[in-house]
């Protein structure tokens, strides 16, 4: 079992940065791949940005530019700097992790927190 807490969401001006922190604990397999993914009202949920274990990212499209994913491996955090913040940016942000076998993967997700880009 994993257990993900987020921190660091809040209310930020459009044109400003947060930076938001996952810790993780538990049972962390060797290969795995965490990340962000995020919510907005009446959205389905979607990917942002995924950091694997070898330090491999991925970003979606809309965050490209403007925001950095990054890790510890040593403390299992990862880390989601948003800068250019957008109020199309505005969602519940959540913590995710994939813990991968040979054969097998599975998910675990933290409980989110909320990110609001407003004037």
């Known amino acids: 079992q994993v257990h993900l807490v987020e921190s660091g969401g809040g209310l930020v001006q459009p044109g400003g940065s947060l930076r938001l922190s996952c810790a993780a604990s538990g049972s962390i397999f060797r290969f795995n791949v965490m990340g962000w993914y995020r919510q907005a009202p009446g959205k389905e949920r979607e990917s942002v940005a995924r950091?694997?274990?070898?330090?491999?990212?991925y970003y979606s499209d809309p965050v490209k530019g403007r925001f950095i994913i990054s890790r510890d491996n040593a403390k299992n955090m990862v880390s989601l700097q948003m800068n250019g913040l957008k109020p199309e940016d505005t969602a519940v942000y959540y913590c995710?992790?994939?813990?991968?076998?040979?054969?097998?993967?599975?998910?675990?997700w933290g409980q989110g927190t909320q990110v609001t880009v407003s004037s």
């Open positions: 950091i694997a274990n070898d330090g491999a990212t």
């Open positions: 995710h992790l994939e813990n991968w076998t040979t054969t097998s993967r599975d998910d675990y």
